[in-house]
């Protein structure tokens, strides 16, 4: 089992910036990618970014220039730097990890239990 916890969420004003964190924890898995989708209220939930162990990233083109994912395999640990955010960055950010399990070289999806991020003035 894999537990993942985000943080780092809140109320920014347009323009500013947060930092979104997530941490994945447990045993017997390897991590092969993990990723940050948001989900806006009526809408469905879409990728933001995503970055394999190998270090390649993926970005949605609404982030692109503006939010830059990094990951820390040591830690089992992707951040987030989301700036000159704006109103429309507004949603429930969702990590998002995929493993293998040695064991039976199966892939497996967890996510965490999100965070907001509300853009406003």
């Known amino acids: 089992q894999v537990q993942v916890v985000e943080s780092g969420g809140g109320l920014v004003q347009p323009g500013g910036s947060l930092r979104l964190s997530c941490a994945a924890s447990?045993?017997?898995?390897?991590?092969?990618?993990m990723g940050w989708y948001r989900q806006a209220p009526g809408m469905q939930r879409e990728l933001v970014a995503r970055?394999?162990?190998?270090?390649?990233?993926n970005y949605a083109d609404s982030v692109k220039g503006r939010f830059t994912i990094s990951g820390d395999n040591a830690k089992n640990t992707v951040y987030l730097q989301m700036n000159s955010l704006k109103r429309e960055d507004t949603a429930v950010y969702y990590c998002?990890?995929?493993?293998?399990?040695?064991?039976?070289?199966?892939?497996?999806?967890?996510w965490g239990q999100g965070t907001q991020v509300t853009v406003s003035s």
């Open positions: 998002e990890v995929t493993v293998t399990t040695p064991v039976n070289s199966r892939s497996y999806l967890y």
């Open positions: 970055i394999s162990t190998d270090g390649s990233t």
């Open positions: 447990g045993s017997g898995f390897v991590i092969n990618a």
